[in-house]
């Protein structure tokens, strides 16, 4: 990357997107009235005759709640929910929402109750605050309770947040507005959080929010949360990109100026009234292309998109026509999302075409009343209510339809306790987060199903009963196996028989979409439950004998009750026939148990059986001072080696693994083989201390190893390499090796005196350009 500055950069970015549709940021630092007057500006944009009473009232309890409280960047905390007010507004919502946003942190933050909110706002506006406050501390990294089974926690929590997350939502979908809101206007000012804060919640957002509000339809929250999520977690590229992209300004912009000019002229001359604009792309969806058709920037024509909006469908297809008798139209890339509209409402006419020039572009055709709806999505139905007369009267539509696929998620979910499963196919398979594929029934009816759905899908989006006696289907007329790929515009019909014996579990690992999977499931569960019940128990015996635990001991009711109670289930005998079926792993019934177990009855090594094992040492036979500058349990001397997992070094917390016959082995408390020791494995743990002055010569050196992860570049190990030679240390082994990606991952072994001494070494690493980050090997 070029000698510019981040100030620049920034300047750059918020150029680039001066001319979207994007909801503006607000001016950091503003006086809160400034930002109320604007507030109320846009309300009265969008409704101009509405009474503010409700939002005034709001903003001066807000005021009043959060004052003397500051944020991390300085500014008075009622900026916050302002600013969050202020994007509700951008999107038009009604005032309640409005006045939830202001008060969202109110519960939260300060001394106000539930009761006294409702007598103020009304159960409306409590439902929606009490909404937002329940999903206040939703972090997907924190609060890890046993650092020995660190991932499965946090995989657990994750799992419990989005549950949580979809049930608000079901209540109201306008609590996840006013979370998206809040959201948005965090990520604005992340910079003001710590290195590791920016990654967690640049990751949660890209992750959970990011899919959340495309599948709610708002582009104009998703396009601002998709970059500033890269920003954070790809800082290196996203910048490099905006730079790129903002040396090449001059020359797209004149080229998409051109381009409006000749289509503006081509529609009026046929008589169609239309607004049209040029478009650019935001920085992520840029960067996603590069990435995924492994080009680089220069190779990607299409930056921007013509936009023409009409009055109605009859103009958008006219438009097309006319479109594509000017320009040549690229075979495949035309889609056709107003007679099949995607999930999230979204409808347009898309068509990549060949400009003049040579190069592709892409234009996109639809209504004013499309535009309103790709732009704020489910929030476009969300009107203010107005009373005239005394008579409320709503222009709210009926959203049973558009939020169908939440309830879906609520079905499935409350039959999934296989938080893993739940997590898998919440990320890649579920139809929230994927593309779809539209298929007609026989009788024309179009259904809409995850990209690379089977017929088995199909059958189970119909009903349950035609996938269970599904036994063949035909696409277009024509038999085809049942793992057939369904294509856009297939019509599929399902052959069914009475004779059926029902799914096979190798229907599991075809289909694609979560409800024919978790129907599949069901089956399974209801139609043979003894043999999952005796299968079950055959997992838990043979995975309880490998791990050299005697089930029989742990398998009491009282430790059958806890997983009972955990899980939700009527019986034991519902817990083994899940886990016959798959739905609950067989690892985490037995280590619960045992866990349980343990705490009636600890086991502990005593001192006699340490000296055992590490050599019938006493200690009044041992020296003052240790040779390996390590004190295990008080014991000098005793015979101890590092392990090369970690690569103990002074100044580490360590923890010393009594071994058979080899003595006591040293390891880091982070190392990864500690953190995933067994119960049984766990009793051989002692402590263990550095001796005081083990980093001085006379102790000699440590072996230690580092990873570094960097952009490949020519020259990048000269520059790593002289770090250590000026440092005066001296190098035992170096590798790299480089993804197809251009990411180099490089692993140095040295020795040196401790840790002081690798965190200078590190920190000067950290400086190298193209050096992402540093650490220590775990294991």
Same mark, same amino acid.
């Given at each position: ?608 059986? +340490? ?5 019938? *040492? ?5 020296? $003052?001072? =240790? %040779?390996? #500058? @390590? ?91 002289? +770090? ?5 240390? *001296? ?5 790299? $090796?480089? =993804? %197809?990606? #251009? @990411? ?36």
């Amino acid at each position: 990357m070029a000698d510019i500055s981040t100030e620049e950069l920034e300047r750059i970015e918020r150029e680039y997107h001066s001319g979207s549709d994007n909801i503006k940021p607000i001016q950091e630092f503003s006086k809160p009235e400034d930002l109320y007057d604007e507030l109320i500006a846009s309300i009265r944009k969008y409704h101009p005759s509405t009474d503010i009473t409700l939002i005034e009232k709001a903003y001066h309890v807000a005021f009043e709640a959060h004052k003397g409280q500051v944020r991390k960047s300085g500014e008075a905390y009622i900026i916050h929910p302002l600013c969050v007010a202020i994007i509700l507004a951008e999107l038009e919502l009604d005032k309640e929402t409005i006045a939830a946003g202001l008060l969202h942190d109110v519960l939260e933050d300060t001394v106000m109750t539930e009761e006294q909110m409702r007598e103020e706002f009304g159960d409306e506006v409590l439902l929606l605050v009490d909404g937002v406050t329940k999903l206040q501390h939703l972090h997907l990294t924190d609060n890890i309770k046993n650092p020995k089974d660190k991932n499965a926690d946090r995989l657990e929590m994750q799992a419990e947040n989005l549950r949580k997350m979809f049930l608000a939502m079901a209540k109201d979908i306008r609590v996840i507005m006013i979370k998206l809101a809040d959201r948005l206007h965090n990520m604005r000012t992340l910079k003001y959080q710590s290195k590791e804060a920016q990654q967690r919640i640049a990751r949660e957002t890209q992750e959970i929010y990011c899919p959340i509000a495309q599948r709610l339809g708002i582009s104009k929250i998703k396009i601002e949360l998709e970059d500033l999520s890269l920003k954070y977690l790809e800082p290196e590229a996203y910048y490099d990109l905006v730079e790129k992209v903002a040396l090449r300004k001059n020359v797209r912009d004149a080229y998409v100026q051109g381009l409006v000019v000749d289509v503006r002229r081509e529609i009026e001359e046929a008589g169609i009234k239309a607004e049209i604009s040029g478009r650019a792309k935001h920085f992520f969806s840029i960067y996603k292309k590069m990435v995924n058709q492994n080009k680089t920037i220069d190779q990607i024509y299409d930056l921007f998109a013509i936009r023409i909006i009409v009055d109605t469908v009859k103009d958008c297809y006219a438009a097309l026509g006319i479109m594509h008798e000017k320009y040549k139209p690229i075979p495949g890339r035309f889609k056709d999302y107003i007679a099949m509209p995607k999930p999230n409402m979204y409808q347009s006419l898309h068509t990549t075409l060949i400009g003049p020039s040579g190069q592709p572009f892409e234009i996109q055709i639809r209504t004013f009343e499309m535009h309103r709806t790709a732009e704020y999505g489910i929030a476009a139905h969300w009107k203010y209510k107005e009373v005239n007369n005394g008579v409320t009267t709503s222009t709210t539509v009926t959203e049973e339809e558009k939020l169908s696929w939440l309830r879906q998620i609520l079905e499935w979910q409350r039959d999934m306790s296989d938080n893993k499963e739940f997590m898998t196919l919440l990320k890649s398979d579920l139809d929230l987060f994927s593309d779809t594929v539209f298929c007609f029934t026989p009788s024309g009816d179009v259904k809409n199903l995850p990209n690379g759905s089977t017929p088995i899908d199909f059958a189970y989006s119909i009903h349950s009963a035609v996938g269970n006696k599904m036994v063949g289907a035909k696409v277009n007329g024509k038999l085809v196996p049942i793992d057939y790929v369904i294509q856009n515009g297939d019509r599929i019909e399902v052959i069914t028989s009475q004779n059926s014996k029902g799914p096979s579990r190798d229907w599991l690992s075809i289909v694609k979409s979560t409800q024919a999977k978790n129907k599949i499931n069901q089956w399974f569960r209801s139609e043979l439950k003894e043999e999952n019940i005796l299968h079950g128990k055959e997992l838990i015996n043979n995975y309880a004998k490998a791990k050299g635990i005697n089930f029989g001991e742990i398998n009491k009711p009282e430790y059958q009750g806890k997983i009972i109670r955990k899980y939700g289930f009527h019986d034991w005998n519902s817990c083994l026939a899940t886990v016959g079926h798959g739905g609950l792993k067989e690892s985490q019934i037995v280590n619960r148990m045992y866990d349980e177990y343990r705490k009636d009855h600890p086991i502990t090594l005593t001192d006699q059986e +340490v000296l055992a094992a590490v050599g019938e *040492n006493k200690q009044e036979d041992m020296p $003052k001072h =240790s %040779k390996s #500058g @390590i004190v295990v349990k008080g014991l000098y001397d005793v015979a101890v080696h590092f392990s090369k997992c970690c690569s103990p070094v002074p100044g580490d917390e360590i923890v010393g693994f009594v071994t058979r016959g080899r003595g006591v082995s040293i390891h880091r408390t982070d190392c990864v083989n500690i953190l995933h020791l067994s119960d049984m494995e766990r009793v051989r743990l002692i402590e263990a201390e550095w001796q005081e002055g083990a980093d001085k010569e006379q102790f000699g050196e440590y072996h230690t190893e580092i990873k570094i992860f960097c952009h490949d570049r020519s020259g990048l190990l000269v520059d790593i390499t002289k +770090v250590f030679t000026e440092a005066e240390i *001296n190098i035992s082994g170096i590798h790299s $090796k480089t =993804s %197809k990606q #251009g @990411i180099a991952t490089i692993d140095v072994a040295f020795q040196t005196k401790g840790r002081g001494q690798i965190t200078k070494i590190v920190e000067k690493i950290r400086q190298i350009e193209s050096v992402m980050d540093v650490e220590r090997t775990t294991g």
